[in-house]
């Protein structure tokens, strides 16, 4: 009897729910729609807010760059103030720790204060019978770009987003030659990313302790700086202010 009682309360609630469903009436359906439609604005409200957070997390992740506005502006090319460096951009070959080529052609491009103490620096290495060797000079923002596409490694390459002391044409890649272009035994190759590439790294012999001190000594001496992991690379102290660039040399 129970039973029956609620199966009839349950048929006359299901008969109510569907028919309260079936039959809507005009003002019902004129809220619905208005909500739908309250609904649709807000939709597109939270949509465009994100779309503005987004734009300005991708404004804030965007590096300060000021880039150089001239195309050439303050840049020289180290081959046409001096004959006596000997020029091996490895980034002009495949022979590099990308294995590509990402230079058109070897070219030596630095800011012309940079020059002036590469040159200075280089004047007195030859007194001891040396001389410098470049390896990489200034580098184009967009080729730090496609090295970083390449190799996404910071411990590598630099994040473009904050770019390399390379593109602002005050960093170099350098190492000692001797007078007649022989090589001079630094350790490790150019661009050996292990502990035997640190300035600190002592387990090695006295000669190539004495040759990297040398460059260090003489560099630092003509107001470039070394960085920690990397016994080739010297950044020109007074050339972090210069603009990052982009400017392409030309190829004959
Ligand atoms: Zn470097």
């Not at 299901?14 to 807000?42: G, H, M, T």
């Not at 506005?69 to 070959?93: H, P």
Request: aromatic share 12%.
């Amino acid at each position: 009897m129970v039973i029956r009682k609620l199966m009839g309360l349950l048929f006359l609630m299901i008969f109510f729910s569907c028919s309260e469903a079936k039959v809507i009436p005009d003002s019902n359906v004129a809220a619905l729609l208005e909500r739908s439609k309250a609904l649709q604005l807000r939709g597109e409200k939270v949509t465009k807010s994100l779309t503005e957070k987004r734009d300005s997390i991708e404004a804030l992740s965007t590096p300060k760059i000021s880039w150089n506005s001239s195309k050439e502006e303050g840049f020289v090319n180290i081959q046409n103030l001096s004959d006596d460096f000997v020029l091996d951009m490895r980034y002009a070959t495949s022979d590099n720790f990308l294995k590509e080529k990402v230079y058109s052609c070897a070219k030596c491009y630095v800011r012309k204060e940079v020059a002036k103490s590469l040159i200075a620096a280089n004047k007195e290495f030859m007194k001891l019978g040396y001389k410098i060797k470049l390896f990489d000079c200034y580098r184009p923002y967009s080729v730090q770009k496609k090295m970083w596409k390449i190799f996404p490694n910071p411990g590598y390459v630099a994040d473009p987003k904050g770019g390399s002391i390379h593109n602002k044409g005050a960093a170099v890649d350098i190492t000692l030659v001797k007078l007649d272009g022989s090589k001079v035994d630094m350790g490790t190759k150019f661009d050996h990313f292990g502990k035997e590439a640190h300035h600190a790294y002592a387990a090695l012999p006295k000669e190539v302790i004495q040759h990297r001190k040398l460059l260090r000594k003489t560099m630092e001496k003509n107001g470039f700086q070394t960085i920690r992991t990397e016994w080739w690379h010297y950044n020109f102290q007074a050339g972090r202010t210069f603009k990052i660039s982009d400017f392409r040399w030309e190829c004959e």
